[in-house]
């Protein structure tokens, strides 16, 4: 059975940083790609970054943040710096079957629980 674990949310200042980690269990994604996103109340789940022989990110966040794996722990991180009130909410990993980055939730067939990000002012 494959898993998906988020970790390392939590409540930080404003223009702190936080590295949420994505541990998988049940099969290796090395070869495929692998996403981030967040999904604030009421708002659609927006694609954060992704990383599969290169990494992508979305234009909103590509200065702030870096998403990178250890394929011998079989995890996937995402360090955001200079974080804002604005990113505030629950952040989730998500496991593509193909290589090709892509950018819509319909795309990733394994998704984490979420860990909630809070940044105060």
């Known amino acids: 059975q494959v898993q998906l674990v988020e970790s ?15 541990a ?22 927006d694609f954060v970054g992704g990383i ?3 990494v992508l990110y979305a234009d909103s966040v590509k200065v702030r943040v870096t ?11 995402l360090q955001m710096n200079n974080l804002k009130p604005a990113d505030t909410t629950v952040y989730y990993c998500a496991a593509d079957l193909r290589a090709p980055i892509r950018g819509l939730r319909s795309e990733y ?13």
Do not use: E
Request: charged fraction near 10%; hydrophobic fraction near 30%; aromatic fraction near 12%.
């Open 67 to 77: 998403i990178s794996r250890d394929n011998a722990k079989n995890t996937m991180y």
């Open 52 to 54: 599969s022989g290169y």
């Open 24 to 45: 998988v269990s049940g099969r290796t994604f090395s070869s495929h790609a692998m996403g981030w996103f967040r999904h604030a109340p009421g708002k659609q789940r």
């Open 8 to 22: 390392w949310g939590g409540l930080v200042q404003a223009g702190g940083s936080l590295r949420l980690s994505c």
């Open 109 to 121: 067939a394994y998704w984490g629980q979420g860990t909630q990000v809070t940044v105060s002012s």
